[in-house]
């Protein structure tokens, strides 16, 4: 976990990195998560999942670094 945080690529097997990559929300998502939540809609009536992504696309920044930093690791490090 800390590595993931830290975004530490040399720890993080490119598996892992990977699987990382595919549960990001796109940005259609992340858009979705936050009209909903700016409806007003009960956030306790969404699956245990939803409720993890709608708190992941809050990191929206970090979201777009992380992205961002694994494409510049295995770009560069060829």
């Known amino acids: 976990m800390m590595a993931c945080c830290s975004l530490d690529l040399t720890t993080l097997?490119?598996?892992l990195v990977e699987i990382i990559l595919?549960?990001?929300p796109s940005d259609a998502e992340?858009?979705?998560y936050h009209e909903y939540e700016a409806d007003g809609k009960p956030v306790?009536?969404?699956a245990d999942e939803d409720k993890f992504m709608l708190c992941v696309?809050?990191?929206y920044l970090f979201l777009d670094y992380f992205r961002v930093t694994v494409y510049r690791f295995f770009c560069y490090s060829e």
């Open 44 to 46: 306790e009536v969404l």
């Open 22 to 24: 595919r549960v990001v």
């Open 57 to 59: 696309s809050r990191l």
């Open 13 to 15: 097997s490119s598996e």
């Open 30 to 32: 992340i858009k979705l």
